[in-house]
């Protein structure tokens, strides 16, 4: 298994993408065409169409009934994108949500199926109650962090997505590390099938020379040889190793 999550007993449900006044909206009516403005914008999208929009002063609402998460966060961003709306208030619902054990299973397979989830990458999660908290580690060379999000954001039933994935560095040292642990691990017997999966049970975050090893192998002679061959590559500062045996 490549990555990890698990239900949540207690987990902080954060609407980070609904922005909620914090004081009253400001007295009087919205600038001529605001409303106009905010609605266009939220219906140029055709999945959105049917949402409704009101705006007082500089906060907008939106109400009606949406098919996912990310249909949500797509009404509530282009709302905030036109100028003059500083607030939005969501009253869109959501379908009911399915368990945690479901979106759980969907989440973690929307993650091993996107095609630039690699040994460098590790994504992590946990679901309550709908909500979805995803973090861990993936490279620059795409908005991989985007990506994910909305693949989760599109799952049945999610409620709420908290996003915490960390960008790792671009730095070219780092690319280098890669290039001469891949080229090591290609080379040794225990490792020379696994790395050319497209998901291998294990990966290898790499942030500034420091290397964290985490997920799977077989058991204590793979644990001790993958252990050996990064902390021996020239250029890497430090070894934080998390694998666990399959045996």
Excluded at 74 to 102: F, K
Excluded at 161 to 189: C, F, H, K, M
Aim: charged letters at 25%.
């Amino acid at each position: 298994m490549r990555m990890l999550i698990v239900p949540a007993a207690v987990v902080a449900c954060a609407a980070s993408f609904t922005l909620l006044a914090d004081r009253p909206a400001e007295a009087g009516q919205a600038p001529p065409g605001l409303e106009r403005e905010v609605r266009e914008s939220v219906h140029d999208v055709r999945d959105l169409r049917h949402i409704e929009v009101s705006v007082e002063g500089s906060e907008a609402t939106l109400t009606g009934i949406v098919e996912s998460f990310w249909d949500k966060h797509r009404a509530i961003t282009r709302a905030l994108e036109v100028d003059g709306i500083e607030t939005v208030v969501s009253e869109l619902e959501l379908p009911e949500r399915q368990s945690d054990n479901d979106i759980a299973e969907e989440f973690s397979k929307q993650v091993q199926r996107y095609p630039h989830y690699t040994i460098w990458d590790f994504i992590t999660g946990n679901v309550n109650d709908g909500n979805v908290t995803i973090a861990g580690w993936v490279t620059p060379d795409r908005d991989k962090s985007g990506d994910l999000f909305e693949r989760v954001a599109k799952i049945d039933g999610v409620q709420d997505v908290q996003n915490n994935i960390e960008i790792l560095s671009p730095s070219q040292g780092d690319n280098r590390l890669r290039r001469s642990i891949i080229r090591q691990l290609a080379r040794n017997t225990h490792f020379e099938r696994l790395v050319m999966m497209p998901n291998p049970p294990f990966h290898i975050v790499i942030n500034n020379g420091i290397v964290l090893l985490v997920g799977y192998v077989q058991g204590q002679i793979e644990l001790l040889e993958m252990q050996r061959i990064v902390a021996q590559t020239q250029g890497v500062l430090r070894v934080e190793n998390r694998l666990q045996k399959l045996r």
